[in-house]
């Protein structure tokens, strides 16, 4: 098999796994629930085309395969934790230094730092908001959130939410617009736009038309940002009709503060992943970390 097609968490899940010969007490050692090591040996078991566990209602034991793999998993984890400890300085400061985009931070990161609080012995986190990307070398960040398209120089990436695009606006003006709105209606609005750096204004609210079957005008007028976040609440006062990042929205959306215009979700090219130097998966504070996005992830 080659490198490339290893996925080290499944790895990682299923020695746990073995070695305890229990999912439960994997999770306790890995910082994830049971139901994320559950889905890692079962990704492995698919990649494989093998079973690695028998599975009874009083517990599980390894299959034929499951012990062949198991010592030679547990020995490699082992010398490779032995030279990176030789390698990398552990993290010293009373903090783990986390980067993302000022939206995803607010929108969902923030909302979910209680549960990572709430772990034993969790380490503070010091989030830093930037549009740019920064170097995960310990010194600004130790782990970031990247919104963008995979791989990046340096650093690996493991994929935590994709982002489909619909249009959003305030309770007021939905109901002024109406929700039996067709698509190209809503271009005689005033269109909010939050489209990524470097890419043109309007091509999310183009990509979302195109999605949508609707046709697409030539010019894209409206209020232009490069922060989702600004967009949203330009939205939820009043102004105009965001094309809404819909995994961001969710908790606007429960609340009343936005408002669906359409049931049309459109796939955006970008997704948000999480990123960081395998070299310095050693420290211990990055590593729960890193698990501990990946169960989000895993839930959904």
Known sequence: MRRGSLHLNALRAFEAAARHLSFSRAADELHVTHSAISHQVRRLEKILALELFNRTNRGVTLTAAGQTLQPVLADSFDRIGTTLEGLVEPITAETLKVTTTPTFAAKWLIPRLGGWYARENSMAVHLHPALGYLELDGRLADVGLRCGVPPWPGVEAELISPIHLTPLCSRELAERIGLDARPEQLLEHMLIHADIEGHEVGEEWRLWLTGAGAGVPGEMPGLSFQEPNLAFQAAIDGVGIAMGY??????????????RLSEIAVRHPFSYYLVY????????????????????????
């Open 277 to 300: 130097r395998k070299d310095r998966l050693s420290d211990s504070a990055l590593l729960a970390f890193c698990d501990w996005i990946g169960g989000l992830a895993t839930q959904g």
């Open 246 to 259: 819909l995994e961001l929205a969710t908790q606007d959306i429960r609340d009343g503060r936005l408002v």
